[in-house]
């Protein structure tokens, strides 16, 4: 169980000021149907997450334990090097209408996401992939639903600051991972 909730907090701690949550957010602000842009959201974050979820789950049951850990190390200084990197969101000038396109993108841009790197840490080290499936899907929802519904306001808040502060945390806890595969911690 600690699968999913370790899941569902850094998932959605790692999805505050992701590509995906500002294109939301912007859409939303533009004024799309809430109810259908979050349905299609949730949809994105589930299809993601059981992606991430079953590599994780499926490549750490090939592996002795060392190698495990070293795994789940290098997920999560994937993470980190994600939540580093300035968010440089693209916008289409004129976005589509299609709720079929918009969960492509959605899906595309959460695949290589540091929140999606944590659900196939947590599949990794648990090997509980459906509760960390379900706690990062839901996670990732809960992120979701908040840029739905603060929309542009989104932009206002310390983006820059939030998810450098996550990787500077996610990288200690990878480092620490790393060093106790090798013995050394």
């Known amino acids: 169980m600690s699968a999913f909730f370790l899941a569902w907090l850094a ?87 299609s709720l079929f396109a918009l969960s492509v993108v959605l899906v595309a ?12 840490a947590f599949a990794a080290a648990s090997g509980s992939a459906p509760l960390a499936t379900l706690g990062g899907a839901l996670g990732s929802a809960a992120a979701l639903a908040l840029a739905v519904s603060v929309r542009d306001d989104l932009a206002a808040w310390p983006l820059v600051a939030i998810r450098r502060t996550l990787a500077a945390m996610i990288a200690i806890a990878a480092i620490y991972l790393a060093l106790g595969a090798r013995g050394l911690a």
């Open 11 to 97: 998932v959605a701690a790692c999805s505050i000021g992701a590509r995906d949550q500002l294109l939301v957010a912007r859409l939303a602000g533009q004024g799309r149907g809430p109810s259908a842009l979050l349905t299609i959201a949730l949809v994105a974050a589930t299809i993601s997450a059981c992606i991430m979820g079953y590599a994780g789950s499926t490549l750490s049951a090939l592996l002795p334990p060392a190698a495990k850990q070293m795994l789940i190390a290098f997920a999560l200084i994937a993470a980190a090097v994600e939540l580093f990197r300035p968010v440089l969101p693209s916008y289409p000038a004129e976005p589509t209408r």
């Open 109 to 120: 841009r959460q695949l290589g996401d540091a929140a999606r790197f944590c659900v196939f």
